[in-house]
Each structure stands twice: as C-alpha cells, then as structure tokens.
C-alpha cells in the first residue's frame, strides 16, 4: 500500500509564504507523476500543480507565477512552495500520485488558511 505523508499547512497573511511537503512510501522510479489539488468549502477538488516523472509540469491558471512545484528524488518527496498567498488560496491541499501501473492514491490534507 502506498503512502503519502502531508506536512508544512497552517495560518499565513496574505501575501505570505508557505511550502507543503509530500512524502512517498515507494521510489519516484515506481512514480508516473505526482502532485497537489485543493479543495475549498463547498468546492470541488481542483488541481493547482502537477508533475510527471518525465518533466512535464502543469499548473493552474490561478497560481502560475506564484507556486512552484518541486521534487527530491532521493527522498521521494514533493514540495509546493507557495508565495503570495491570498485568501482564495485557503483550502485542504491534497498530495496525489499515480504509479507506473497505473494507480492513484491520495494523501490525508493539509489546512492551508490565507487570512490577516
């Protein structure tokens, strides 16, 4: 079973700074792409950014020029940093990664709350 441990949500200013953090339990050589979605109150589950192993990346249009997605393969980890925060950027922010074989699997959420 694959695993993916969430770290580094909480309370920011608007116009701050914040990086999520995404462990995987297995190698980024099992990985097809990994990424971030959010989800606001009432709100569908959107994606913000995503990455394949290959090097594709794609962002929402909402947060390009603003947060960057990053990885470590030695710690098969992904990071979202994420600057200028505004208030719309409040959400659970959801760690995602699909395998090679196809598989998807969702990490627990993490707060993100963009307020004065």
């Known amino acids: 079973q694959v695993q993916l441990v969430e770290s580094g949500g909480g309370l920011v200013q608007p116009g701050g700074s914040m990086r999520l953090s995404c462990a995987a339990s297995?190698?980024?050589?099992?990985?097809?792409?990994m990424g971030w979605y959010r989800q606001a109150p009432g709100k569908q589950r959107d994606l913000v950014a995503t990455f394949t192993t290959s090097g594709i990346t794609n962002y929402a249009d909402s947060v390009k020029g603003r947060f960057t997605i990053s990885r470590d393969n030695a710690k098969n980890t992904v990071y979202l940093q994420m600057n200028s925060l505004k208030p719309e950027d409040t959400a659970v922010y959801y760690c995602?990664?699909?395998?090679?074989?196809?598989?998807?699997?969702w990490g627990q959420g993490t707060q993100v709350t963009v307020s004065s």
């Open positions: 297995i190698s980024m050589f099992n990985i097809y792409s």
């Open positions: 995602t990664l699909r395998t090679t074989w196809l598989a998807d699997y």
